[in-house]
C-alpha cells in the first residue's frame, strides 16, 4: 500500500522552491511552504542594495530545468534573478501551496503518531509526516557587537535591510565591511556621497568579472539552439568546479588564480599606499572569493578613504578608531554579513525524547548526514545545512542534488506508511569523520569568516567540487536511516 506523505517546506527561497518544484515534477503534491514574509524569494526578495546581483552567471545560476534565455546580462540583478523566482514559481502554481505571512517558531516530533507538529507565530499548528527547513544560511543579518552603536544619531542600516528612504546624496557615508555584498554597494554609491569612509578590517581577495550584456543574438540563440546557453553554463560550471578543487583537492592550481588577483589589483589601483591597504594578509579562498571591475577603481576615487584602524565605538556623530579619531558622518551602513553558522535558528526543533536540536548541535556547531538529516530527528530534512555552502559554484546546483536525494527519500516513505526515518548515528559519524578530513588541509581554517563558528568548527561549506557531492548524494539509501514504525498509526 502506498501513501503520499505529507510535507511542510519551511522558507520559499531558492531552497523551498527548487524543493517544491522537484515533488511537484515528480507528481508528488502534499505539500505546503510556510513562508514568513509576504513575497517569496528569500535573500533575492530581501537584498536590496544598490548593485544587488549575483556574481554566478545565470546560465549556472537557475534551474537545470527551467533555462531562461533573456537574462539581460550574464551576471544578472537581484530584480531579474527575483522576477525568474516569481515566473518559474507561477509556472508550476507554486504560490498557491505558500502560506505568506507565517513564521514557525517550534517544531516538535510526535512520536507516537510519528508526525511533526509546527507551531506559527499565528498560532495555529501545522501537522506533517515530513518536515524540510528550507530557511537558507545567510537570512539574518548580523550587526556589529560595537560599543556605542545606538547612540548614533544618523541613519543606519544594514545591507540586507537598506534603507531606501535615505538619500545619500550629498552625505558623508561609513560602509563597514569589504564581503560580498560591501564590493557591489560601494561603487554604486560612490559617485553619489559627498565622501565615503570605508572601514576595511580584513582586505577581500577580488578577481576580475567577465560580465557582459546578452544580445538579441545571445537571446535568439539561447531560445531557438538552447545547446548554446547549455555550452555556456557548462563552460562556467568548469571554471567554478576548477577553483572549487583550487580551494580543496588541488591546491597548487591556486597559484595562478593568486596571479590574476594580484595582477586585477595592481592594474587597477595605481596608488601603492592605497594598493598595500587593498593587498589581503591572508590565504587567498580562505574568505569568499571576490568579483568584480568597478571595486578598485570606486575605492581610488578621491572622495573615498580606506580606513583600516580597529573601529573602537560608535559615537553620535561617527564612528572613533582606536588612534582616537572620529570620523564624523550623516550615514552608517553595516555591511557586516550574517548569522550564517546558527543553522535553523530561531526557530525550536524537538526530535525523538524531546531532545533539542540547538543541544545536538550545542558542543561543536551544526552537523548533518549528507548535511541533510540528523539522528534523532526523524523525517527532517534539511535543505542548505551544514557543510553544503559552495566555496565556488553556484548554490541551485547544490540544492539540486538535495531536492532529488529528500525527494527519493519521500518517495520510500511512501512505500512506508505510518514509519519514520532518522539518520543512523553511525552514518551521520562516518560522514563527518569524512568531511572533517577533508576540510583540515583547506584555506578556510586560516582566517575567520561566516564558514566558521566560534569553536572554529568549518560548519558551511562543502570541501569539494559540487559534482562530488551530487555523486554522494545520488541515491538515497535506507539502510543509512533507522526505521521505525509510530504506535498509533
Ligand atoms: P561577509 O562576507 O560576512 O562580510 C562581512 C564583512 O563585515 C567582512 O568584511 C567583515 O570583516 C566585516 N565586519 C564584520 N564585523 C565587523 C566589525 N565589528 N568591524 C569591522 N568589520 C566587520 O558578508 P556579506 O558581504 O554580506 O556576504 C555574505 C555572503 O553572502 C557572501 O559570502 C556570499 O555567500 C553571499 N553573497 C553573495 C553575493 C553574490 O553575488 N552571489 C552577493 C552578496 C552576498 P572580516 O572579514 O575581517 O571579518
Not at 550623516?330 to 530561531?346: C, Q, R, S, W
Request: hydrophobic content about 40%.
Amino acid at each position: 500500500m502506498k501513501r503520499e506523505p505529507s510535507i511542510l517546506i519551511i522558507g520559499a527561497g531558492f531552497a523551498g522552491l527548487g524543493m517544491a518544484l522537484e515533488l511537484k515534477r515528480r507528481g508528488l503534491s502534499n505539500f505546503t511552504i510556510l513562508e514568513k514574509a509576504a513575497d517569496l524569494g528569500g535573500v533575492w526578495r530581501e537584498n536590496t542594495y544598490p548593485g544587488a546581483a549575483c556574481d554566478v552567471p545565470s546560465p549556472l545560476y537557475s534551474w537545470s530545468f527551467e533555462p531562461k534565455s533573456d537574462w539581460p546580462r550574464r551576471f544578472s540583478e537581484q530584480r531579474d534573478i527575483h522576477g525568474y523566482m516569481v515566473d518559474v514559481a507561477e509556472k508550476y502554481d507554486l504560490p498557491a501551496k505558500i502560506e505568506f505571512g507565517v513564521e514557525v517558531t517550534d517544531a516538535e516530533f510526535d512520536e507516537a503518531n510519528g508526525v511533526w507538529r509546527v507551531s506559527t507565530t499565528d498560532g495555529v499548528t501545522h501537522i506533517a509526516d515530513v518536515l524540510i527547513p528550507a530557511v537558507g544560511q545567510l537570512s539574518r543579518p548580523a550587526m556589529p557587537n560595537l560599543p556605542g552603536i545606538d547612540t548614533f544619531t544618523g541613519a543606519a542600516f544594514h545591507s540586507a535591510e537598506w534603507d531606501h528612504s535615505v538619500d545619500l546624496t550629498g552625505k558623508r557615508v561609513a560602509c563597514i565591511g569589504t564581503g560580498a555584498s560591501a564590493i557591489q554597494y560601494i561603487p554604486r554609491i560612490q559617485p553619489q556621497v559627498e565622501h565615503l569612509t570605508l572601514f576595511q578590517r580584513s582586505a577581500a581577495w577580488v578577481l576580475p568579472k567577465f560580465d557582459r550584456e546578452y544580445s538579441a543574438l545571445h537571446h535568439a540563440a539561447f531560445k531557438h539552439v538552447p545547446i548554446t546557453q547549455l555550452a555556456e553554463r557548462f563552460a562556467i560550471w568548469s571554471f567554478f568546479e576548477v577553483l572549487a578543487l583550487a580551494l580543496t583537492d588541488i591546491p597548487a592550481m591556486k597559484a595562478p588564480v593568486v596571479a590574476i588577483a594580484d595582477r586585477h589589483r595592481l592594474a587597477q589601483v595605481p596608488d601603492e599606499t592605497l594598493r598595500a591597504k587593498l593587498t589581503p594578509d591572508y590565504a587567498a579562498g580562505c574568505k569568499r572569493g571576490l568579483f568584480s571591475n568597478e571595486y578598485f577603481p570606486a575605492l581610488s576615487q578621491p572622495n573615498v578613504h580606506v580606513e583600516t584602524g580597529a573601529i573602537a565605538e560608535v559615537t553620535p556623530n561617527g564612528i572613533r578608531t582606536a588612534d582616537g579619531v572620529e570620523h564624523a558622518v550623516d550615514v552608517i551602513v553595516y555591511g557586516t554579513g550574517f548569522k550564517g553558522t546558527e543553522f535553523l535558528a530561531p526557530m525550536n526543533i524537538y526530535g525523538l525524547g524531546g531532545r533539542k536540536l540547538a543541544d545536538a548541535w550545542s558542543a561543536e556547531g551544526a552537523r548533518a548526514y549528507l548535511g541533510m538529516s540528523v539522528p534523532d530527528f526523524p523525517n527532517l530534512f534539511m535543505m542548505y545545512g551544514p557543510n553544503t555552502n559552495v566555496g565556488s559554484g553556484s548554490i541551485i546546483y547544490m540544492l539540486e542534488a538535495q531536492s532529488r536525494y529528500i525527494r527519493q527519500a519521500v518517495e520510500y516513505l511512501s512505500g512506508q506508511p505510518g514509519r519514520f526515518l532518522s539518520a543512523r548515528p553511525e552514518a551521520e559519524q562516518s560522514w563527518d569523520d569524512w568531511l572533517q578530513k577533508r576540510l583540515k588541509d583547506t584555506p578556510w581554517n586560516f582566517c575567520s569568516s561566516w564558514y566558521r563558528n566560534a569553536s572554529g568548527r568549518i560548519t558551511n561549506n562543502w570541501p569539494g567540487a559540487t559534482v562530488l557531492f551530487r555523486w554522494k548524494t545520488r541515491q538515497f539509501d535506507p539502510s543509512n536511516y533507522d526505521e521505525k514504525r509510530a504506535e498509533r498509526r
